[in-house]
């Protein structure tokens, strides 16, 4: 692998790292949070946050929720030079009911880029 690959193998990991220090985090506040994820690279990623139901995602919004959320995101890409494309708000249950279970399914066909 060629020094450029392994950068990106690398930061990748970093991203991943920073990330799961976020979930963590929040998931300790027992609101129905319960994993997160990236798609695309990870200079410009778009994370999903992802709830236990669909009922505890709409609750957490309006309780606006999500301006923490994103604020300990944008701090963990800074931190790797890495810039967020966009946030999604998920549950369990949605993907569910709208792909079986399949969250490689579920993801893709919620592309917002």
Not at 9 to 18: A, F, V
Not at 33 to 48: D, I, K, M
Not at 60 to 87: D, G, H, P, R, Y
Not at 96 to 107: C, D, F, I
């Amino acid at each position: 692998m060629n020094k450029s690959g392994e950068w990106g193998n690398m930061t990748e990991r970093r991203l991943i790292s920073e990330l799961t220090k976020v979930c963590e985090g929040l998931k300790k506040q027992d609101n129905g949070f319960v994993w997160l994820t990236h798609l695309g690279h990870w200079r410009n990623p778009e994370v999903v946050a992802v709830f236990d139901t669909e009922i505890n995602r709409n609750r957490a919004l309006e309780q606006n929720w999500e301006a923490i959320f994103i604020t300990q995101v944008e701090m963990a890409l800074e931190a790797i030079k890495s810039t967020l494309v966009s946030v999604r708000f998920d549950s369990e249950e949605a993907c569910a009911k709208q792909s079986r279970g399949n969250w490689g399914t579920h993801l893709a066909k919620n592309v917002t880029h």
